[in-house]
């Protein structure tokens, strides 16, 4: 929990109940939706090296091929290329982003009620509850995303969301068993490697944010922090994003290769072991790094922006 949550909170309720909710929801929608649109286009291309597509296979493993891979979508597809699925990343990322912090406000105060309860423990328990809170809601949204995002047909017919949802569907009904009955459940394709690399990642966000913020608060003076606000919050948001990024990066590989999988065995659903070893045998331990480059040049904005702009709409609507 930031130190404005905490005098705000010190001060008593100024809003009701519900207001809160909602002003907190809408930072932070604002704060997801405003980091997403400013990486897109490298979203995408993070997404195409991770899944190796054939077409992108040639440009991993060099700065230059990262920039020629850009141009190369541009060239082929447009500008609308370089974001093709962000309607979806942006349905998914808003009410993520709005449900992940208004739930981090609360379990925060929850967890942490005074100063000397903010421990690394209870830091990284309150980021992990908050990453899970709204994954159940948000993954088929993150996952039709995906689909669009590995789609690189240049044919005159671009695909569309509901293309990508009657192909998930179609998958489903055709795979047989519990997943021919209920064709939804491939629209949650490598949900359990998400939920499990969202604790070490969402927690691990958030215990350097409040760790970061708090060491800030203790070595810099008052006039300090007031003056260089936004930047030191934009500064320590990078350094979480890049922390979290690293550590949990082979998790998100074999999500992401789960979550495509469907492309090339529409019939069922590939487990952990054999995703792992797809990955393996493609490229050996590197693949599971493939675009982490990429990864930490898209990452690292998208955590500072989000964390310094929740921050700035938190401010602005008073709360």
Same mark, same amino acid.
């Given at each position: 929990?930031? #130190?404005? $949550? ?30 997403? %649109? +400013? ?14 597509? +054939? ?31 962000? %309607?979806?990343?942006? +349905? ?14 609360? =379990? ?8 000397? $309860?903010?421990?690394?423990?209870? @830091?990284? &328990? ?11 809601? %948000? *993954? ?19 695909? &569309? ?11 489903? @009904? $055709?795979?047989?068993?519990? &997943? ?7 629209? *949650? !394709? ?11 990642? !969402? ?11 708090? /060491? ?13 606000? &936004? ?11 890049? =922390? +979290? /990024? ?8 074999? @999500?992401?290769? /789960? /979550? ?7 019939? #069922? ?7 792992? !070893?797809? =990955? ?40």
């Amino acid at each position: 929990m930031s #130190r404005d $949550s905490e005098r705000a909170i010190s001060k008593g309720p100024r809003f009701s109940q519900s207001e809160f909710i909602l002003r907190s929801a809408f930072a932070g929608g604002f704060a997801g939706g405003l980091a997403k %649109t +400013a990486v897109a286009p490298l979203e995408r291309l993070k997404i195409l090296l991770q899944t190796h597509n +054939a077409e992108f296979v040639r440009f991993s493993g060099s700065w230059r091929g990262a920039a020629q891979a850009l141009q190369y979508i541009a060239q082929t597809q447009g500008i609308r290329g370089l974001y093709q699925g962000h %309607t979806l990343t942006l +349905a998914r990322a808003i009410p993520h982003a709005a449900v992940g912090y208004t739930v981090y406000e609360k =379990v925060g105060k929850w967890l942490m009620p005074t100063p000397e $309860s903010h421990t690394s423990l209870r @830091r990284l &328990t309150a980021g992990a509850i908050t990453g899970m809170s709204a994954m159940p809601l %948000t *993954y088929p949204f993150e996952l039709i995303r995906v689909r669009l995002a590995v789609e690189t047909s240049q044919s005159p017919i671009r695909p &569309t969301p509901w293309s990508a949802v009657r192909g998930i569907m179609a998958e489903g @009904r $055709s795979s047989g068993g519990i &997943t021919g009955l209920m064709p939804f459940l491939h629209f *949650y !394709r490598g949900f359990t490697v998400s939920l499990l690399g969202t604790v070490p990642y !969402r927690g691990g966000i958030f215990l350097v944010w409040e760790t970061l913020n708090a /060491q800030a608060r203790e070595r810099l003076s008052p006039a300090t922090l007031q003056a260089n606000q &936004t930047r030191i919050h934009l500064a320590i948001g990078a350094i979480a994003g890049t =922390v +979290a /990024q690293i550590f949990t990066y082979p998790l998100e590989v074999i @999500r992401r290769t /789960q /979550q495509a999988s469907g492309k090339g065995t529409p019939n #069922r659903m590939i487990g952990f072991q054999e995703t792992v !070893r797809s =990955v393996w045998m493609a490229a050996g331990w590197r693949g599971f790094f493939t675009g982490l480059g990429i990864g930490l040049v898209k990452q690292v904005p998208t955590h500072s922006i989000s964390l310094a702009s929740w921050q700035l709409a938190k401010k602005a609507l008073n709360i």
